[in-house]
């Protein structure tokens, strides 16, 4: 069978390709597996060489991948363009940990005990299409740093840039085996992957009610499994707060990537004191929001992944908004920036809208406001605005989330831990932390004693 990979920019065919099945997914994992030996054996100093090639490789190839994330996805090509440059960080990043990832020696009465990080052997990616490349990077680079063979499967939508970069490996001297790519369905090649008795481990990166599948098939063997799924992620502008600031940093952290982010903050909380000042600012600041071909040098947003998930976003927009924006006419799936007046008990505030939909909700107090940003099942991202240093501590540490940031609404950066309470899933992406999620403690004593 083929699989046809659209533009959705343009609606119009990017490339045509063999859509892999249960067969092409065992191959994959057998040809990992061959190669594990060899690349568990390697000596640091060498995975460290090969790691740093291919993250020169990645700035090298720069334009080329960024191009072809933004035909692939339809993101800006601004934002394709950082998201590589962040790819070839996260490559050089886990090169420089592979000889950092220490053990221990503990005393103990009658010899030495030692730990070890041991790499746990074939290991399964499934990245989702809205960051394709960045995600892969981000699972790529600890697991290969660990002395892991993975078999990566990018999603349907968006396999473009994962080829790419598995040839690009190759061009950098990581040997066959080692990172593989399959292309096909996640309910053949995914579930076959979370099913396969080789493979030691399943990183999985998308929706929660898919997560809770992943769990479930991976209980069969015991199988080691981390997981970053859903958010729906608030930003709680309090009225002490740079409130001009505040509401022109709002629309980037929603209708970024056309809002198909798991971190966006689709739900701003707002002071009730401050509430219409804010308000007023941010239908402003989403006004100026640039949306339109991905291509150009000035475009700020672009279409949605597909016609099915347009119908899907449009599906939670209710009533009349407090503002709609402009978006293209003709080919592609696109959707204007909207701002919502919500409760948090509406459904686009309850539930993962993944589009460009902002639900604004009003609240009186620190402690409503705790309330409100807990009241979902989601814990995943968010954003605190306040010009009080103890209230800005005190939230923080009450909100049930996995990454939060004081007056900013950025979530990721390559050396620091990125995941999720709750329903958002478990385990950690990017840091050192990382490391630990790709490998076993093992635990060696050493008697002493004649």
Same mark, same amino acid.
């Given at each position: 069978?083929?699989?046809?990979?659209?533009?959705? !920019?343009?609606?119009?065919?990017?490339?045509?390709?063999?859509?892999?099945?249960?067969?092409?997914?065992?191959?994959?994992?057998?040809?990992?597996?061959?190669?594990? $030996? %060899?690349? #568990?054996?390697?000596?640091?100093?060498?995975?460290? %060489?090969?790691?740093?090639?291919?993250?020169?490789?990645?700035?090298?190839?720069?334009?080329?991948?960024?191009?072809?994330?933004?035909?692939?996805?339809?993101?800006?090509?601004?934002?394709?363009?950082?998201?590589?440059?962040?790819?070839?960080?996260?490559?050089?990043?886990?090169?420089?940990?592979?000889?950092?990832?220490?053990?221990?020696?503990?005393?103990?009465?009658?010899?030495?005990?030692?730990?070890?990080?041991?790499?746990?052997?074939?290991?399964?990616?499934?990245?989702?299409?809205?960051?394709?490349?960045?995600?892969?990077?981000?699972?790529?680079? $600890?697991?290969? !740093?660990?002395?892991?063979?993975?078999?990566?499967?990018?999603?349907?939508?968006?396999?473009?840039?994962?080829? %790419?970069?598995?040839?690009?490996?190759?061009?950098?001297?990581?040997?066959?085996?080692?990172?593989?790519?399959?292309?096909?369905?996640?309910?053949?090649?995914?579930? #076959?992957?979370?099913?396969?008795?080789?493979?030691?481990?399943?990183?999985?990166?998308?929706?929660?009610?898919?997560? !809770? #599948?992943?769990?479930?098939? !991976?209980?069969? &063997?015991?199988?080691?499994?981390?997981?970053?799924?859903?958010?729906?992620?608030?930003?709680?502008?309090?009225?002490?707060?740079?409130?001009?600031?505040?509401?022109?940093?709002?629309?980037?952290?929603?209708?970024?990537?056309?809002?198909?982010?798991?971190?966006?903050?689709?739900?701003?909380?707002?002071?009730?004191?401050?509430?219409?000042?804010?308000? &007023?600012?941010?239908?402003?600041?989403?006004?100026?929001?640039?949306?339109?071909?991905?291509?150009?040098?000035?475009?700020?947003?672009?279409?949605?992944?597909?016609?099915?998930?347009?119908?899907?976003?449009?599906?939670?927009?209710?009533?009349?908004?407090?503002?709609?924006?402009?978006?293209?006419?003709?080919?592609?799936?696109?959707?204007?920036?909207?701002?919502?007046?919500?409760?948090?008990?509406?459904?686009?505030?309850?539930?993962?809208?993944?589009?460009?939909?902002?639900?604004?909700?009003?609240?009186?107090?620190?402690?409503?406001?705790?309330?409100?940003?807990?009241?979902?099942?989601?814990?995943?991202?968010?954003?605190?605005?306040? #010009?009080?240093?103890?209230?800005?501590?005190?939230?923080?540490?009450?909100?049930? &989330?996995?990454?939060?940031?004081?007056?900013?609404?950025?979530?990721? %950066?390559?050396?620091?831990?990125?995941?999720?309470?709750?329903?958002?899933?478990?385990?950690?992406?990017?840091?050192?932390?990382?490391?630990?999620?790709?490998?076993?403690?093992?635990?060696?004593?050493?008697?002493?004693?004649?």
């Amino acid at each position: 069978m083929t699989l046809q990979v659209i533009n959705p !920019a343009t609606a119009q065919s990017l490339a045509e390709l063999h859509q892999a099945g249960v067969e092409e997914t065992d191959r994959a994992v057998a040809r990992a597996a061959a190669a594990f $030996p %060899r690349w #568990r054996a390697l000596a640091p100093n060498d995975r460290i %060489r090969l790691l740093r090639r291919l993250a020169s490789l990645v700035e090298e190839h720069g334009e080329e991948l960024a191009r072809l994330e933004t035909r692939n996805v339809g993101k800006p090509i601004s934002d394709s363009r950082a998201e590589v440059g962040m790819v070839a960080d996260v490559f050089h990043f886990y090169a420089g940990a592979i000889d950092k990832h220490h053990g221990q020696t503990i005393p103990v009465a009658g010899g030495v005990d030692m730990t070890f990080h041991e790499p746990l052997g074939v290991v399964g990616l499934i990245v989702p299409w809205n960051f394709p490349l960045n995600i892969s990077s981000w699972k790529l680079g $600890p697991s290969l !740093a660990c002395g892991n063979t993975v078999v990566l499967k990018p999603a349907e939508l968006t396999p473009m840039s994962a080829l %790419r970069l598995a040839e690009l490996a190759l061009d950098a001297g990581i040997p066959e085996g080692v990172f593989n790519v399959v292309v096909g369905p996640g309910r053949v090649v995914g579930e #076959r992957l979370v099913e396969h008795p080789d493979v030691s481990k399943i990183s999985f990166t998308g929706s929660t009610e898919v997560g !809770a #599948r992943v769990m479930r098939g !991976a209980a069969a &063997t015991v199988k080691r499994v981390s997981l970053e799924l859903g958010g729906k992620s608030a930003s709680v502008v309090f009225a002490d707060a740079d409130i001009e600031k505040a509401a022109a940093a709002a629309p980037g952290a929603v209708f970024g990537n056309a809002g198909q982010d798991c971190c966006a903050r689709s739900r701003v909380l707002v002071q009730r004191s401050a509430y219409d000042a804010f308000v &007023t600012q941010l239908v402003e600041a989403v006004a100026r929001v640039k949306v339109g071909d991905p291509e150009k040098e000035d475009t700020e947003m672009g279409p949605l992944i597909s016609e099915q998930h347009r119908e899907t976003v449009s599906s939670f927009v209710e009533g009349t908004p407090l503002f709609v924006g402009n978006a293209p006419d003709g080919p592609g799936f696109w959707y204007p920036c909207t701002v919502i007046e919500a409760s948090n008990t509406d459904r686009v505030a309850q539930e993962e809208v993944f589009g460009p939909v902002l639900a604004v909700i009003p609240f009186e107090d620190e402690a409503e406001a705790v309330r409100i940003a807990n009241d979902t099942p989601y814990g995943l991202s968010g954003s605190v605005w306040t #010009r009080d240093g103890a209230r800005a501590l005190r939230v923080v540490r009450a909100i049930d &989330t996995g990454v939060i940031s004081v007056n900013a609404n950025t979530s990721v %950066r390559v050396a620091t831990p990125f995941g999720g309470f709750k329903q958002s899933g478990f385990g950690r992406e990017l840091g050192m932390q990382a490391m630990d999620g790709y490998s076993e403690v093992k635990n060696v004593f050493l008697a002493t004693d004649s």
